[in-house]
Antibody, heavy 120, light 112 residues
Framework: QVHLVQSGAEVKKPGTSVKLSCKAS????????MHWVRQAPGQRPEWMGG????????KYSQRFRGRVSITTDTSANTAYMELSSLTSEDTAVYYC?????????????WGRGTLVTVSS | DIVMTQSPDSLAVSLGERATINCKSS????????????LAWYQQKLGQPPRLLIY???TRESGVPDRFSGSGSGTDFTLTISSLQAEDVAVYYC????????FGQGTKLEIK
């Protein structure tokens, strides 16, 4: 069965960066798109970007372009998301989510999420 | 960006009764090349990630109880729970994947 295991909670200072990981198992990692979605407390989910693990092509939300980088390590079946220039507004739970196909469609499996707290 | 607006924001329904949640997109999410609506519904229980319920507006994900159904086309969509169960208490989100991704603001479903 599909599992997405995310890295542990992070506490960061404003202006710094955070890099989160998402280790996948139970399917052929290189044949799917992996997305990153964040959810601030009490807010709707917000798509940040996705990466096609077959060719490492990433797409990003305009809102985060220039501040986010999504990469993969196919040898480790792991996707990464790095967000820079953190502010308190980046405090949220960050989820990785697998696309249903190797295309930009809907999300069928989600990780449990990683809480990132940005505070001075 | 396509804006997704759900109604109502919250809903209280008696056990065994029908629950209906609406979702409206600011532009059509119907792709004429394949006649598919790029619209999904998710359920999120407290402290958990979202769970996919419905995709292509009306296709139920494997393992989702058949009391959940989706309908609509173009810009107006509905999620219906035919007979509410206690375990259905959650926040429900619609999502468009026609042009990148945006989610509705969520509808909180409670037991009356």
């Amino acid at each position: 069965q599909v599992h997405l295991v995310q890295s542990g909670a992070e506490v960061k200072k404003p202006g710094t960066s955070v890099k989160l990981s998402c280790k996948a198992s139970g399917y052929i990692f290189s044949t799917y798109v992996m997305h990153w979605v964040r959810q601030a407390p009490g807010q709707r989910p917000e798509w940040m970007g996705g990466i096609n693990a077959a060719n490492d092509e990433a797409k990003y939300s305009q809102r985060f372009r220039g501040r986010v980088s999504i990469t993969t390590d196919t040898s480790a079946n792991t996707a990464y998301m790095e967000l820079s220039s953190l502010t308190s507004e980046d405090t949220a739970v960050y989820y990785c989510a697998r696309d249903h196909y190797g295309d930009y469609w809907y999300f069928d499996f989600w990780g449990r999420g990683t809480l990132v707290t940005v505070s001075s | 960006d396509i804006v997704m607006t759900q109604s109502p924001d919250s809903l209280a329904v008696s056990l065994g009764e029908r629950a209906t949640i609406n979702c409206k997109s600011s532009q059509s999410v119907l792709h004429f090349s394949n006649n598919r609506n790029y619209l999904a519904w998710y359920q999120q229980k407290l402290g958990q990630p979202p769970r996919l319920l419905i995709y292509w507006a009306s296709t139920r994900e494997s393992g989702v109880p058949d009391r959940f159904s989706g309908s609509g086309s173009g810009t107006d969509f509905t999620l219906t729970i035919s007979s509410l169960q206690a375990e259905d208490v959650a926040v429900y989100y619609c999502q468009q994947y026609y042009d990148m991704y945006t989610f509705g603001q969520g509808t909180k479903l409670e037991i009356k």
